[in-house]
């Protein structure tokens, strides 16, 4: 993201007052008929006055005729009753067109913690390269005995792993230093996605290379619009440092950089260098153009942060959420209060949950895998009470690291550094069920 | 607290508190890190191989060393590691000065020349169209100058909300390194035609975006009839040069890297042993909500479940392609259902030599296992529309 202009325009929509499809109001009518079809299904509760329900009285279209041939859709679809499950820009996210851009992630509507691939946050900085793989090439070469070219058959004959890993865009929820911007998950939070990643550990393909000990950095080049680059750590590269093709089961999409990109595992997405076409290793770093003049965390003493590799410890209550409100719960209902959590420095071990507005916590329990630099579900129990709430989210993970309040993320890193914001997000519920977005400010 | 979760949470406070104690003695190189190497997960604070073994992780995170074919939770084949791959092949010189084009602090850019006035003129040809007169900006695009550089540069220590202004930040102002700039515009400017400009447009244009941030070089000012080549680039100081945290130049790199994660206090972060469960913030809390609300989305938002809108326009090919689609493909759409196939181009010729008012008829009217209008309820001219459409999807 252009995150100097992205924070301007954010400035100037804030003063536009023209926005009159007001989402507020459309909670509340959803809310207003929700209550109607309550009170009018107490009426009948207990009698026999009760209307049938046509739904089980008719027989359902579907279940009259022929459904789709086998053949219809070889590569398959969603149904199309799932259309709004699906990213979202908004302009103010781009840099005046949709080739510098991004697509955000429909968490509200995540399940479990594999995002589907048609469905993964979407970042580029010249358009989606579109990659005849016949003509992909990978060159290794710098500060290595043996310099490579694999074609892509060559590069996918080495051992494979497979891992499941978040990629975020450390300026998720950057738009939100000096508060809160968008009533919506999606928005807040959704420059980031979950998948299992299938390729190969670059230190397996260097055994052979003939790394020279001057090596520290490796430079990871894409073959895209932008020759997007960035410099990594040597010590990462023999770690967990992948060469991926595989995206859940299938190729990758050209959107996460088909046929081939990096995958540094909790590292800022931005360094995941998608449509991959050469690693050069140095005894220096490189000065790309996306860890100087952008990706980097500017603090009030006027020194920005550089190479800020990790994506901090994080959580966010994806249920209840402004998408996902509470507007059809009745007062007594238990729900399940739900959520993800993750970390790039490591494994979640916990997450606490606030209902007063980060004053007082308990924690929640974990559900589901729990790996590491993954997204990992919270899950809490909750019963209804019609009362307003502020709930927030806290996590913790195996690296000893959790989540800070916004006071103390800004004490240190003030309101301009727009990348890897972390501190507790929170919402407001309304008495109706109603779920904003609001921030915590002691 | 529950009895799962105590396990879990005795052990995060001992990574915590381990954490901690490390923490203040990271500095040179660290000493590894005691706690037997891995916590219940797995994970150790330093590696366990490699030429940093023993230091602790680059990050400030875990790592995941294998220890009986396991990583964390994950088995591993160890075999994998033992080398022996001779895939591929080795570049030729050619190839490898096509592709080896970093221009860096160390890696200078090619010879070459180029003066102010021939980038003043490339760029409005090729850069003002987005990047605004004078490197102004607009439309989203980036702002390349804000006044002068070396004033601007004092503007980074600004907040918004507490100072006037924000941060003024651009390539003058900012920017580390003058390299960043020529191999950014050789590789990816301009936007849609990256890679079109000779080594000298780019010095040209370098030129250019150095006099409209009024710097200097060696003491003299880029001026207006400024001609700029290899040796005068390489002279080049940015005002922000030294406004980065780590220092990761030199042998020192990483390992400032190291530290500096390693520290929660340099970038806000919070410790386990820094968590509070009740009363944890005294006196009122302060509730900021939303100003006024961003909502300019696409599409808008909805977590509505029902079949997408397809806008009805009389004569509008895609809407009879979205009712061919939805309706008629059921029988057009493949053999053995009596209908003629849509794409088959000798059944459709024998359709249509009944003249196209017949064609119409029976599909207004119905014919054999055809229902009137295929069982929709289009309009006579919408239902037309379709017939259009499978006709020239038959041609």
Partial sequence: MNDNNSQKNLESSSNDTHNTL???????????????????????????????????????????????????????????????????????????????????????????????????????????????????RLMIHGLIDKPLVLTLDQLKRYPSVSRIHFIECPANGGPEWRGPQFNSVQFAKGMMSCAEWTGVYIKTILKDLGLKPTAKWMLAEGSDNSEMGRTVPIDKVLDDAMIVWGQNGEALRPEQGYPVRLVLPGWEGNLCVKWLKRLEFSDEPFYAKEETAKYTALKPDGKAVQHFYANEVNSIITSPCPEKPWTDLKKGDMVEIEGLAWSGYGTITGVDITFDGCKNWTPTKLKGLVLPKAW??????????????????????????????????????????????????????????????????? | MFKLDRKSLVSISLIAAVSIGLTACVGGDASPDGIGAVSSTGASHSYATGPDAGKLVVDGGVTYPVNNNKSGIYYVNSDTQNGGYSYGRTPTKNELDA?????????????????VQDGADLYDAKCGMCHGDFGSGGGGYPSLAKGNAYVGQKSLTNQRGITEDGPNRVFGTYWPQASTLWWYIKEG?????????????????????????????????????????????????????????????????????????????????????ERC????????????????????????????????????????????????????????????????????????AKVTTQGID???????????????????DLADSDLKAVVDYMISMSK
């Fill in chain 2, 358 to 376: 017949k064609v119409y008829d029976h599909a207004i009217n119905g014919l054999n296992g055809m229902p009137p209008k295929g069982g929709t």
């Fill in chain 1, 22 to 136: 007001a989402r507020r109001d459309f909670f509340r009518k959803s809310a207003a008929l929700s209550a109607t079809a309550l009170a009018g299904t107490s009426l009948f509760a207990g009698t026999k006055a009760m209307a049938d329900d046509p739904a089980i009285i008719n027989h359902v279209p579907w279940g009259i005729k022929f459904g789709d041939p086998v053949t219809k859709n070889l590569y398959g679809m969603p149904s199309e009753y799932e259309h709004n499950n699906t990213r979202r820009n908004a302009e103010l996210l781009s840099s005046g067109n949709f080739y510098a851009s991004i697509a955000m992630c429909p968490i509200q509507e995540s399940e479990g913690i594999i995002t589907p691939n048609g469905l993964f946050f979407s970042r580029s900085h010249g358009g989606v390269a579109q990659v005849n793989p016949n003509e992909f």
């Fill in chain 2, 189 to 273: 400017m301009p936007h849609p035609a990256p890679k079109s400009l000779t080594d000298d447009q780019v010095y040209s244009l370098v030129a250019y975006i150095l006099n409209i941030n009024e710097m200097k070089i060696d003491g003299e000012l880029v001026g207006d009839d400024y001609d700029l080549d290899r040796a005068k680039f390489l002279k080049i100081v940015m005002p922000n040069k030294d406004g980065f945290v780590p220092k990761i130049d030199g042998p020192q790199g990483q390992d400032n890297a190291r530290a500096y994660f390693n520290d929660p206090k340099n970038i806000g972060a919070k410790t386990v042993s």
């Fill in chain 2, 99 to 115: 592709w080896a084009t970093s221009v860096t602090p160390y890696a200078p850019p090619p010879e070459g020349h180029g003066n």
């Fill in chain 1, 376 to 442: 990992t579900r919270f899950s809490f129990m909750y019963k209804y009470e019609g009362k307003p709430l502020i709930i927030g989210s806290r996590a913790m993970d195996d690296a000893g690291r959790m989540q800070p309040t916004i006071e103390e993320e800004v004490s240190v890193m003030g309101v301009e550094s727009v990348y890897h914001r972390n501190s507790i997000a929170t919402w407001e519920v309304t008495e109706k069920g109603e779920v904003h977005n609001v921030q915590i400010r002691s």
């Fill in chain 2, 277 to 348: 469960m009740t009363d944890c913030i005294k006196g009122e809390t302060k509730v900021t909500r939303i100003k006024v609300e961003t909502k300019d989305f696409l599409p808008p938002l909805s977590t509505v479940r029902d079949l997408p809108v397809v806008e009805k326009k009389a004569g509008s090919n895609d809407a009879a392609k979205a009712s061919y689609e939805g309706t008629c493909k059921m029988c057009h759409g493949a053999d053995g259902m009596g209908a003629p196939v849509v794409g088959n181009k000798k059944a459709w």
